[in-house]
């Protein structure tokens, strides 16, 4: 399984890049008020397609790398931020009580989405934080 792991990690790296924009052009339609639009069966039945190729790539690439979660620190701290990042968004999107409340769950979950990208990138559990505070 080794030799494919550079076509699993762009995969991954695809999906999260697909992933992200897709939550930002939802959010966006949701605070322009086009919910129905955002919360349509294409957009919904493509993020949970991009969202499973996501995950699956990233299953495989815990056991390709021999990491995982709650055994190596930065790929934790990655799942407890996608787990506040999807409550985050579902709040931004369709749970939030009104527009002002959605567009701050929007903006807080983008910055939960840069940080796991920053975590990623840094494979360091505080991302960029670790560089700043050092």
């Known amino acids: 399984m080794t030799e494919y792991y550079l076509a699993i990690r762009w995969l991954h790296i695809a999906a999260v890049i697909l992933s992200g924009s897709l939550f930002f052009l939802r959010g966006?339609?949701?605070l322009a008020g086009h919910s129905r639009?955002?919360?349509g069966a294409l957009p919904r039945y493509l993020s949970i397609g991009i969202d499973s190729?996501?995950?699956a790539a990233a299953i495989a690439l815990t056991f390709i790398l021999q990491q995982y979660p709650f055994v190596t620190?930065?790929?934790?701290?990655k799942v407890v931020?996608?787990?506040?990042?999807?409550v985050l968004?579902?709040?931004?999107l369709k749970r939030g009580r009104n527009p002002s409340a959605k567009a701050w769950f929007f903006v807080a979950a983008l910055a939960v989405y840069l940080f796991i990208v920053s975590i990623a990138l840094t494979r360091h559990p505080l991302g960029?934080?670790?560089?700043?505070m050092n």
Do not use: P, T
Request: charged share 0%.
């Open 73 to 77: 620190g930065w790929l934790s701290a």
């Open 28 to 30: 966006l339609l949701v």
């Open 89 to 92: 968004g579902s709040f931004a």
């Open 81 to 86: 931020l996608l787990i506040a990042y999807i």
């Open 37 to 39: 639009l955002a919360m």
């Open 53 to 55: 190729v996501l995950l």
């Open 128 to 132: 960029i934080l670790n560089s700043i």
